[in-house]
C-alpha cells in the first residue's frame, strides 16, 4: 500500500521560514502530479501548491511568492519550502496526489506535520 509520509513541520516565528518534505512509493510518484495541502483547525482541507511530473507549478493565491514546491524524483520526495510564514499559515499540511484518480479519490492521507506560526 502506498504510503505518504510528511516531514519538517514545527513552530516558527512571523517571517520564519520552513521547509517541508513528503516521501512516497516510486511507482505513484513518478507518473503523477504531486500537492501540498494544509487544514486549519475548523476549516476545510485545501491545495496549497501543485507540481506536475513535467514540472508545471501552480499555487493557491494565499501563498503566490512566500512558498517554492518542487519535487526530486530519484527520490520520490515533494518538498514545500514556505518563506516568510504568517499566522495565517498556521495548520497541519499534507502531500497527496496534485488531482484526484478518475473517481475522485485520492491516496490514504498521511499523518501529515504540523506547522505552527506564532511570536
Known amino acids: 500500500q502506498v504510503q505518504l509520509v510528511e516531514s519538517g513541520g514545527g513552530l516558527v516565528q512571523p517571517g520564519g521560514s520552513l521547509r517541508l518534505s513528503c516521501a512516497t512509493s516510486?511507482?505513484?510518484?513518478?507518473?503523477?502530479?504531486m500537492g501540498w495541502y494544509r487544514q486549519a483547525p475548523g476549516k476545510q482541507r485545501e491545495l496549497v501548491a501543485r507540481i506536475t511530473s513535467r514540472g508545471s507549478i501552480g499555487y493557491a493565491d494565499s501563498v503566490k511568492g512566500r512558498f517554492t514546491i518542487s519535487r526530486y524524483n530519484a527520490a520520490n520526495t515533494v518538498y514545500l519550502q514556505m518563506n516568510r510564514l504568517e499566522p495565517e499559515d498556521t495548520a497541519v499540511y499534507y502531500c497527496?496526489?496534485?488531482?484526484?484518480?478518475?473517481?475522485?479519490?485520492?491516496?490514504?492521507w498521511g499523518q501529515g506535520t504540523q506547522v505552527t506560526v506564532s511570536s
Open positions: 516510486g511507482s505513484i510518484f513518478s507518473a503523477n502530479a
Open positions: 497527496n496526489l496534485g488531482f484526484p484518480f478518475v473517481n475522485g479519490s485520492y491516496l490514504p
